[in-house]
Nanobody
Framework: EVQLQASGGGLVQTGGSLRLSCAAS????????IGWFRQAPGKEREGVSC?????GGAVNTNSRFTISSDNAKDTVYLQLNSLKPEDTAVYYC??????????????????????WGRGTQVTVSS
């Protein structure tokens, strides 16, 4: 079974940076996508970024954030820069298999993913 371990969250001041990691394990095929989502208290979960393992195709919904992957380590990273208090949330990574050579973008909608990690807390102080 696919398992995801998110890490790297913490407390940072406004304008600071963090790098989140999502380590994936237990998957059976090499074609997959990993997405990052966040959920702030009292708000709905929103998609932040995603990346495909096969071609590295990525989607970012926020220009201050950058997603990258290290397939040799089965790990996806989310670099958060110029953080603001409104970025405070629990950040989750999620996983889904994709069809071989599927040209579709990885997608940042929660329903597009089947496996979820527990999340890592990011708190930005003003």
């Amino acid at each position: 079974e696919v398992q995801l371990q998110a890490s790297g969250g913490g407390l940072v001041q406004t304008g600071g940076s963090l790098r989140l990691s999502c380590a994936a394990s237990g998957f059976s095929f090499d074609e997959y996508k990993i997405g990052w989502f966040r959920q702030a208290p009292g708000k709905e979960r929103e998609g932040v970024s995603c990346i495909k393992s096969e071609d590295g195709g990525a989607v970012n919904t926020n220009s201050r954030f950058t997603i990258s992957s290290d397939n040799a380590k089965d790990t996806v990273y989310l670099q958060l820069n110029s953080l603001k208090p409104e970025d405070t949330a629990v950040y989750y990574c999620a996983f889904a298999y994709v069809a071989y050579l599927d040209p579709s973008p990885c997608g940042t909608e929660a329903y597009q993913y089947d496996y979820w990690g527990r999340g890592t807390q990011v708190t930005v102080s003003s």
